[in-house]
């Protein structure tokens, strides 16, 4: 670590928040020294985003005190905390998509529109930050061209132009590849090695561990420990943020249901939930082919340009396919995402902020979103408020939503795991018995990820069908009775549980539109 130009750094003195009465960080105090990269850990909940909102000025602090080299810091803008040298990557991406990347990078330092000189300096300047974050685009290029990971990276070129001291970075992998990621975290060090800060908030524990210097726990709104990450391990980690031993992150599966979900047994191929024929879409998807059982949680894995998330969309009714079919329970499903909602079709989006939830409208208005029509009156028409709200009721509890949590607070208040318990109630309210989920645990804690994986094994132990889409293959490994493997838009593999095999799963990732393997073959 270079700590050449200052020891001070950052410090935060017993500072407080609360919102709807309930304390959400509780007298936080911690010292950053410069060139120092930060893992900052915690549930969801635990208070992370809205310490570091404080710091960014998004928030301010009901109590306690800031300095910054050695100076006070008072921020009540993100604006006042970029003039100080603080800049923050939120989770979810903040920048204009119909304006270019050049004015999304300058935004506060646009020249006029008349000093053509000025702009082409700018966008010199542009194609600087972007080779800085391993991007090789155009500055013109608008940033609703670009796929998420590409925006992400954008966005950190933004903070990293500012000439930001201080980097408040929230979650800033989850949308990206591979290779994005390491070189998001070689710029990182880069930064880090300038006598920079970088605080890493995240729940991908193993990059805690190899890239951070230093990990900081938050559980309740406490700070319960901080240590340097070569003196700690991944189960160190976790016994702290969950305040008790965490000896295995998936649930175990019944015997029965993984007997019933299994493709050899008899029921199972009499209780065919779902069933996708010789599936295409243009340039995406091509003859894909599998059945869903009743009871069964089916995995969908690949690497990035596999087809996972299109054909997720195809069954849902979001994009038409070209060819093939889609049937439920042997009918054949066709027009739009409403009238599959009806039918019993749900999709868990990827992207949950964007196309998930209802982020300004409350938790009971998300929940029953898609099944306010089951409370309606069929003469009047008119909402049974008393049943609505029992079933609300019921259906939190289902979840394992927080208790304290008001059914009339705004969904962008609660954390990313109670976010999406509130969008696995809102399909559980409407009854479905296929559910895709694309992504289902990113950006939530080790702790909701259990709560998230108990709870699909129950929708599938019920008789529905689940459908898992990710790119943690040990997640999948985990959780589900049979994995698929797609490469390029077709599918190259398939496993039962009983042979799981990491080496064979990835090698039929990596396969080219190959023959599809037999059922456990592990090839």
């Known amino acids: 670590m270079n700590e050449t130009k200052s020891t001070s750094g950052l410090e935060l003195r017993s500072l407080t928040k609360s919102f709807f009465g309930v304390q959400v960080l509780k007298s936080i105090d911690l010292k950053i020294s410069p060139g120092q990269v930060l893992g900052l850990v915690g549930q969801n909940g635990a208070g992370k985003s809205t310490l570091m909102?404080?710091?960014?000025?998004?928030?301010?602090?009901?109590?306690?005190?800031?300095?910054?080299?050695?100076l006070p810091y008072f921020p009540r803008t993100p604006r006042d905390a970029i003039r100080n040298g603080v800049g923050m990557v939120h989770q979810e991406l903040n920048m204009f998509p119909n304006l270019s990347i050049t004015e999304n990078l300058f935004i506060n330092n646009l020249p006029g529109f008349r000093r053509i000189l000025e702009h082409r300096s700018i966008k010199r300047k542009a194609t600087e930050q972007l080779r800085k974050v391993g991007l090789n685009l155009n500055p013109d290029w608008l940033v609703a061209s670009l796929s998420v990971g590409q925006q992400q990276l954008v966005e950190l070129a933004r903070v990293v132009a500012a000439d930001s001291h201080v980097l408040?970075?929230?979650?800033?992998?989850?949308?990206?590849?591979?290779?994005?990621?390491?070189?998001?975290?070689?710029?990182?060090?880069?930064?880090?090695?300038?006598?920079?800060?970088?605080?890493?908030?995240?729940?991908?524990?193993?990059?805690?561990?190899?890239?951070?210097?230093?990990?900081v726990v938050l559980r309740d709104g406490s700070l319960v420990a901080q240590e340097d990450t070569k003196q700690v391990d991944a189960s160190w980690i976790v016994q702290r943020m969950v305040g008790r031993p965490v000896e295995n992150l998936y649930p175990a599966r019944e015997p029965m249901a993984i007997a019933k979900s299994s493709t050899s047994a008899a029921s199972a191929r009499d209780s065919i939930v779902l069933r996708v024929d010789k599936l295409s879409h243009p340039q995406t998807l091509f003859d894909v082919s599998f059945d869903l059982h009743s009871g069964e949680v089916l995995g969908i894995f690949g690497l990035m340009g596999a087809g996972r998330s299109e054909l997720a969309r195809v069954l849902m009714g979001l994009d038409p396919h070209a060819s093939g079919k889609v049937l439920l329970e042997s009918k054949e499903l066709s027009g739009g995402p409403r009238h599959r909602c009806r039918l019993g079709v749900g999709l868990v989006t990827e992207n949950r902020r964007e196309d998930g939830i209802l982020p300004e409208s409350s938790i009971a208005d998300n929940i029953s979103l898609v099944a306010i029509d089951r409370f309606a009156n069929r003469i009047a028409g008119l909402i049974s408020q008393l049943q609505l709200k029992e079933a609300i009721r019921q259906t939190r509890q289902a979840v394992r939503m927080q208790s304290h949590l008001e059914d009339s607070q705004p969904l962008k208040t609660l954390s990313g795991g109670n976010q999406q318990k509130a969008i696995l109630g809102k399909w559980m309210l409407n009854k479905c018995r296929v559910l895709i989920l694309d992504e289902p645990t990113r950006g939530i804690d080790v702790s909701a990820k259990l709560e998230v994986y108990q709870w699909i094994h129950r929708f599938a132990d019920?008789?529905?069908?689940?459908?898992?889409?990710?790119?943690?293959?040990?997640?999948?490994?985990g959780i589900c009775d049979r994995i698929l493997v797609m490469s390029l838009g077709s599918i190259t593999g398939e496993f039962d549980r009983g042979v799981f095999s990491q080496e064979a799963i990835l090698e039929a990732a990596f396969s080219r539109h190959g023959s599809r393997s037999s059922v456990g073959s592990g090839t």
Do not use: Y
């Not at 909102?53 to 050695?70: K, P, R, Y």
């Not at 992998?173 to 975290?185: A, G, I, K, N």
């Open 53 to 70: 909102n404080i710091v960014g000025g998004n928030l301010q602090a009901d109590s306690g005190e800031m300095f910054l080299t050695d």
């Open 168 to 215: 408040l970075l929230d979650e800033p992998t989850t949308s990206l590849s591979d290779s994005e990621s390491r070189q998001f975290f070689r710029l990182t060090r880069e930064l880090a090695d300038e006598g920079r800060i970088v605080v890493l908030i995240t729940h991908a524990i193993k990059d805690v561990l190899r890239h951070c210097d230093r990990v």
């Open 462 to 477: 019920e008789g529905n069908g689940a459908l898992v889409i990710s790119s943690e293959l040990e997640e999948l490994i």
